[in-house]
């Protein structure tokens, strides 16, 4: 059956769109996230305070990340949801910059949780439906997002010099502005435009089954149940979980070490570009690799290559193996992305791939925050950051073995159910 030239033209607009908005999303993170610790490090709080602040997002990202991901699955205008988390988004870390007591933070720090807990899992099942439509992969956009962090998160470091962190609160609100913008451009397909003849087939001949949108409606405690009998999902949240625990120091307080070994805000957000460079071809490496030796294969290779980097800065403490670290994350984080996503959505039921990428990577990450941050804070304290490098580096190695035992069967190329 020949594809109408409109609809294939429409398609391929989505898909420069939804680069476009994968650059300016991920791009405005690069405004705040490379400094948000140095923020609160500025607010005069402690390691362990700062710890309770990502426990306290935990908590709620944990409780809106499925709600997110149920209301998604079973909306006839999911980027409608994901517009609404991204402006909310900008405006509670608009709020958040201008807070001088711990409490506040608390409550604007909660606040950007639960409004853009679903941001990563719908923009994720955005870009993966529209890629599903042209043939394309996750890799081929989201490695626009790398681009837009490369490029603002150096530019970010260079206006903290001179105008204060504010400034970066305030770009990240500008950069959630001008996505949820980008976002209206894509054009969603009418019920007749989207009738396959897959599809026309299903509506001439009624099954039993359940359609995509009725186990959208299934409750969640019955999607954990099943996810709960496949032995490779609950491998995968295991090592996910060690993963995560046993890294969430690094992450915190990567930037205060480097402050510490007296490196500039400017070479803070040059860190983060030089992985983000990187991760250009990466992000589309990652793609053939993942068809060619399959999701599981990809993500152990990415977490060994994550503890040879971590290796660097143990054997090495100094700016310049932090530097190194960083370049060999381009590739090591676009195998893992690409291929956790993969993963996830190859597991999870038909139908239901927005809500289990929201379990997997905003809940079960939130509830892992709720021990890891505030243990990382106190581990901050007492041992100083050098040390959360070796914690890391035991928690990854750990996560890969995981992985290891609990691989399902090679299943190259992406089982998506878009």
Not at 94 to 100: A, F, I, K
Not at 204 to 217: H, I, K, V, W
Not at 229 to 235: A, F
Request: charged share 10%.
């Amino acid at each position: 059956m020949a594809v109408p030239i409109t609809h294939t033209r429409t398609a391929a607009r989505n898909l420069l769109y939804t680069r476009a908005y994968f650059f300016a999303s991920i791009g405005a993170g690069g405004f705040i996230l490379p400094f948000l610790a140095l923020f609160y490090q500025e607010r005069g709080l402690s390691g362990s305070q700062i710890g309770l602040l990502v426990a306290t997002a935990g908590i709620a990202g944990t409780l809106a990340a499925p709600i997110w991901g149920r209301r998604s699955d079973s909306s006839p205008h999911p980027r409608r949801l994901l517009q609404l988390a991204l402006l909310g988004s900008g405006v509670c870390m608009l709020l958040l910059g201008l807070q001088t007591t711990f409490l506040w933070m608390a409550v604007f720090v909660a606040s950007d949780a639960l409004v853009g807990g679903g941001l990563e899992p719908l923009s994720t099942a955005q870009a993966l439906a529209v890629t599903n439509r042209e043939k394309s992969g996750f890799g081929s956009i989201r490695l626009w997002g790398s681009l837009g962090w490369a490029i603002i998160a150096p530019i970010s470091g260079w206006m903290i010099e001179r105008r204060g962190l504010y400034s970066a609160f305030v770009g990240y609100f500008i950069g959630m502005l001008v996505s949820a913008t980008i976002l209206g451009l894509v054009r969603t397909e009418t019920a007749a435009q989207s009738r396959t003849p897959k599809r026309e087939e299903e509506e001439a001949n009624p099954t039993p089954e359940l359609s995509d949108r009725s186990q959208a409606r299934q409750p969640t405690g019955k999607l954990l149940a099943t996810l709960s009998r496949d032995r490779t999902m609950v491998g995968l949240a295991l090592a996910l979980t060690i993963l995560w625990l046993c890294g969430a120091g690094r992450l915190q307080f990567e930037a205060i070490y480097m402050k510490q070994l007296g490196a500039s805000e400017t070479i803070i957000g040059l860190a983060s570009t030089i992985g983000a460079l990187i991760e250009l071809p990466a992000m589309l490496l990652a793609d053939r690799l993942v068809r060619r030796y399959g999701a599981g294969a990809v993500l152990q290779c990415s977490l060994l290559l994550q503890a040879g980097g971590m290796s660097l800065v143990l054997i090495f403490p100094s700016v310049t193996a932090i530097l190194g670290m960083r370049a060999l994350s381009g590739i090591y984080y676009s195998l893992y992305l690409v291929a956790s996503i993969a993963y996830v959505v190859q597991g999870a039921p038909q139908g239901r791939d927005s809500t289990v990428l929201a379990l997997y990577m905003v809940t079960l990450r939130g509830l892992v925050g709720l021990v890891g941050a505030p243990l990382s804070g106190y581990l901050y304290d007492v041992l100083g950051a050098y040390w959360l490098y070796a914690v890391a580096l035991g928690g990854t190695l750990l996560g890969w073995l995981t992985l290891r035992l609990t691989a399902r069967p090679v299943t190259p190329g992406y089982a998506t159910s878009f």
